[in-house]
């Protein structure tokens, strides 16, 4: 949906454990794992999250008495709608995101409208309402008005039997990092809720806390919820990465074609850092790498040091480290390439109404019962 949108390099990963661990891992530190720099830092960053959960009504208290000029914040004004709003309350608040056309002239219409209006105009959006409902296979939409006439239903029970239950909803809500604090965005809610300051470098940790007792709600057995963050698509951050190696492949190789010209005796074939074949050291369609991003690219400090070394022994072990690290990036990339191509795959296949299709045989077998019934025959 978010690509559809034309949101680019964003992608929506589950999260399956709130402890301090599974956070700090997310949403893609295998970088780490490719780096021969000193500096190791979380290298996909945390655009936002959308927790799932069965609605209830919070204290109004706790919500901004306005919303603020620099978040935006949509109402949910709309049916079912929860889920584009959640993610639009995320993806304009963060100013590196590439929206796309067509999201960032709707943001720009919208940066002056009240919360209310924002949600208006992102019911009578075309562009979303497409999206959106490309999404909602028919069956579900058939659902969706059987589980409201359901739920009309059950409240009026509960009500006749003093027990009316006001949380059988599922609904979707934001929290986003945004202007060094972070933020809860309910769009059933009429303003956002400040959780407070960033505190570290880690935003993630302090919205732990506030999605934890809301599960506290729940049983063991009732697995309600869910938790989704937005993160950065590894892909271009990989292949970044792919670009850099390779130009630091090739300064190394330069480094020891120099410090070779002094040596008497030929380079043994053990300390040829090329022996590996699938090493690339230019530009690769099959690894998305093009000349200009490896032309971009420069290697890291620590290694232009050691690249400075006049020992062939230690310019031969970093280039092959190097080409070790290279084989686990093009590994990464090609996985991370194959996990898009999935996802498209079910958006696809969710999009592939089945329902619609069962429909029509239905009234075709129908049909077909009737002519037999006209053209029977008593004997």
Not at 257 to 286: M, R
Not at 362 to 378: G, P
């Amino acid at each position: 949906m978010l690509r559809d949108f034309g949101v680019k390099q964003v992608r929506v990963q589950e999260v399956v454990s709130l402890d301090h661990e599974m956070l700090a891992s997310l949403p893609y530190d295998q970088l780490s794992l490719f780096s021969l720099c000193s500096k190791v830092i979380r290298s996909q960053p945390v655009y936002g999250l959308v927790f799932l959960f069965k609605w209830r009504a919070e204290d109004p208290g706790k919500q901004e008495q306005t919303c603020p000029e620099d978040i935006w914040f949509a109402n949910q004004t709309a049916k079912d709608a929860c889920a584009s709003v959640a993610l639009l309350n995320i993806v304009n608040n963060i100013p590196e995101i590439e929206l796309g056309e067509n999201l960032r002239q709707f943001k720009d219409f919208t940066i002056d409208f009240t919360p209310s209006l924002r949600g208006d105009a992102i019911s009578n959006f075309d562009f979303v309402k497409a999206i959106h409902n490309s999404f909602a296979r028919k069956m579900d939409m058939l659902n969706a008005d059987l589980q409201l006439k359901n739920d009309a239903l059950a409240r009026r029970k509960a009500k006749t039997e003093g027990t009316d239950d006001e949380d059988a909803g599922f609904h979707f809500i934001a929290f986003v990092p945004s202007q060094g604090k972070v933020w809860k965005l309910d769009g059933l809610e009429r303003q956002p809720q400040k959780l407070g300051p960033i505190v570290g470098r880690d935003w993630l940790v302090q919205v732990a806390p506030e999605l934890e007792s809301r599960m506290a709600q729940y049983g063991d057995d009732q697995i309600e919820f869910a938790v989704l963050a937005l993160v950065k698509e590894p892909l271009s951050t990989l292949v970044t990465s792919l670009a850099q190696n390779v130009k630091s492949i090739r300064s190394v190789m330069r480094r020891l074609d120099c410090v070779k010209a002094d040596l008497k005796d030929p380079l043994p074939e053990t300390l040829d850092i090329a022996t590996e074949k699938a090493t690339i050291l230019g530009p690769s369609d099959q690894y998305y790498l093009d000349q200009l991003a490896i032309d971009r690219s420069k290697p890291c400090d620590t290694i232009t040091i050691q690249i400075e070394s006049e020992k062939v022994p230690d310019l031969v072990s970093l280039g092959q480290e190097l080409v070790s690290v290279q084989a686990g990036l093009r590994v990464s990339i090609m996985d991370e390439a194959r996990a898009i191509q999935a996802d498209d795959e079910r958006a696809a296949n969710r999009r592939n109404d089945k329902g619609l299709l069962a429909k029509g045989l239905l009234h075709v077998l129908e049909r077909m019962d009737k002519n037999k019934s006209l053209f029977k025959c008593d004997h």
